[in-house]
């Protein structure tokens, strides 16, 4: 007879031996929850008096550090933790609508910050840092189209980290070896109308050797920059969608009439990839949209290109037009839950507004800073060899006052993808009439009525949500 021990423990391997994959799942996702608690737990015991921040740049991390090292006007030291964009915001939502601890400071990146608007002002996990800015004369000093990504009614709940203007980063090598002076082109028409010649099949592989501009109809940030410069709004001041607008329909038929098939002048080439880089190297695309991030990026994975590119203003969509648009950004938030307010801010000021992590962005990622108080700075006047000698840093500067104001709607992603379909279905629609790039205003009622369905879509998901309700026509006009 066997034990009755025994036979327990034998009926116990028996069970676990026939557990699904599934249970073994959570059992695993318990046990590391536990222990990172106990880990947790272990490391908070450590000092009580430190803040901690969360970044998801290790490049931000390694400005931080030292500024914070030697920040004397706080007792409490800075914890600064290297988390993914995702992470970040899975674990911000999670303490702003769960009541989870969250951390003292927060970097947002911009594609992540509409959750945190999704409901009232008054129940935003940020702090409102607009009172803070106005005592201290902060707001004054901040390029103010960098603000807007980050306010909502009027207050602001993050300080900018950025301000990401854009230019044309175009061949000049092949360009000037032409006798084509780009510089000379102040709208888009003039522009393609100016490197026409140069779209050959010089090497008889049946395919077109230079294209005008890497560009892409199916690319949402594409779009999206674009529609900005343009001056089209897919919100209006109040948060209420203006996707359907005629100056949207006439940009997006604008956009897409480069991609056609006749009389092209885009190209589609993938940004982050190997196949990209060398796309750009072979001069597939003459211009590029090019962020001041873009250009470290390029500077450590596409080295065939130094030497070779320069800057421009962007070329306007018509005479007189913004010659510049936006893209991308980061903002630092202080959640309404932290227990060392004053200590945070003083952390917020310090790293967001100190010359030396100014200096610092600029050298390390090309970022500018948005405190005007620091553009007089010389590093922003360095030529830079990879651009021919430009002072891109002045040069980005320039244009910083005229980036284009963004909405901070939590629909906005949203608005933007239905804009990408709206183009999508527009290429189909034009393609099968063999309309082509000099056709925009033929294409431009199609592009209407599929910007008025894109509409439709936004304000049906916004009336789910009972925060996001319309305000009353009669209200909008006030």
Sequence with gaps: MTPPRIERVTLLVLAIRHLSVGVWVILALLILSAAALVLTDRSDSRDDRALSMWVFSPEHKLMYDPIAARTSDTDAPLD??????????????????????????????RATIGQVFMGPTEAIGFTDLT???????????????????WSTDGRVFGL???VHP?????????????GID??????????????????RDNDNDGRIDHYPLAAWYTQPDTVELLMLQGDGALFDEHGV?????????????????WCLPDGRVAVDIEEFSAAGHQARVDGVSIGNLC???????????VPGLDGKLKLMPLPAFEPGGRRTSVRGGTMLGIPTTTEHPDEAWTYAKTLYTSPDVARELYTLVDIITPVRSLWDDPVYDQPDPYFMGQPKGRMFI??????PIRTSSPYNRAAVLEVRDAAIALVDWAQSRGYGFNDVESIEPRAKQLLERAQTNVVRMMSRNAFAALPEQEDREQ
């Design 80 to 109: 600064i933790s290297i988390m993914s964009i995702a992470a970040i915001q899975s674990r911000m939502m999670s303490g702003f609508f769960g009541g989870l601890p969250t951390a003292d400071l927060i970097e947002v990146e």
């Design 131 to 149: 009172p803070l800015l106005e005592s201290e004369g902060l707001l004054d000093q901040i390029n103010p189209p960098s603000l807007s990504p």
């Design 160 to 162: 900018p980290h950025d």
């Design 166 to 178: 854009v230019m044309l980063a175009y061949r000049a090598d092949i360009t000037e070896s032409a």
């Design 182 to 199: 780009l510089t000379q082109a102040q709208t888009w028409d003039e522009y393609f109308a100016m490197l026409r010649p140069l779209m």
């Design 241 to 257: 969608p203006a996707i359907d607008s005629d100056r949207n329909a006439q940009l997006l038929a604008r956009i897409v009439s």
């Design 291 to 301: 962020p001041d991030w873009m250009c470290s990026i390029w500077r450590m994975h």
């Design 398 to 403: 320039e244009l910083a006052p005229m980036i």
